[in-house]
């Protein structure tokens, strides 16, 4: 595609609900990287996957957050028993190897209530 | 510990000013810093990025200057516009060895240029 897309937009949980998160990379793009934007904050960085290789797991903050990217192209981001402080937008870049620059989708703005 | 400070936090100009964004890092084995735009509801969009064997870098009327030894650098914008109004984030990543080439963020610059 012409760029990174992400779904869905918006979502809207309660309290304990798993969800799951939808990343499609630029065509091609080999490195897929998922970071968290707190309102008013830079991006944080979470987790990294080269191909379907996750390298990078250091900035999940929890054992509820998990990241796969089965095929090596399309990827998830599930949260599993949210809480109230998981509400962030959640941004996915995709790069097209070691030493290029990262592309950011608009994100999954998800709110837990 | 926060491994690049941005600041200021928000800018205010006018027209065809130069606004100036600073950040700072701490990490030494940082080798690329980018600087990113975005617009509310969207996404981060790359502007322009630098890595440190050069002072200076400019793409149309945006201007990174570099400083190695201080660990510093900042994004420049000339002749801003009304359009240019977004908040500004600068990062900074390098590859540790079997790691990977994460971004570290500052925590932003809200920038409004007024007409």
């Known amino acids: 595609g012409a760029g990174v897309s992400q779904s869905p937009r918006y979502k809207v949980a309660k309290r304990g609900q798993d969800v799951a998160l939808r990343c499609d990379p630029i065509?091609?793009?080999?490195?897929l990287f998922w970071y968290q934007q707190a309102l008013g904050q830079g991006p944080e960085f979470l987790t990294y996957f080269q191909n379907e290789a996750q390298l990078d797991k250091s900035g999940l903050p929890s054992d509820r957050f998990f990241a796969e990217r089965p095929e090596g192209s399309v990827s998830t981001l599930k949260i599993q028993r949210t809480q109230q402080e998981d509400s962030a937008v959640y941004l996915c870049a995709s790069s097209s190897g070691r030493g290029q620059p990262q592309h950011f989708g608009d994100g999954t703005r998800l709110s837990i209530l | 510990q926060q491994q690049v400070k941005q600041s200021p936090q928000s800018l205010i100009v006018q027209k065809g000013g130069i606004p100036i964004i600073n950040c700072a890092y701490e990490n030494t084995a940082f080798d690329y810093f980018p600087w990113y735009q975005q617009f509310p509801g969207k996404g981060p969009a790359l502007l322009i990025a630098i890595r440190p064997d050069v002072s200076e870098k400019k793409e149309g009327r945006f201007t990174i200057s570099f400083n190695k030894s201080a660990k510093q650098f900042s994004l420049h914008i000339m002749d801003s516009q009304p359009g240019d109004s977004a908040t500004y984030f600068c990062a900074a990543s390098g590859v540790p060895q079997g790691g990977s080439e994460k971004l570290v963020f500052g925590k932003g610059t809200k920038l409004t240029v007024n007409p």
């Open positions: 065509s091609g793009h080999v490195s």
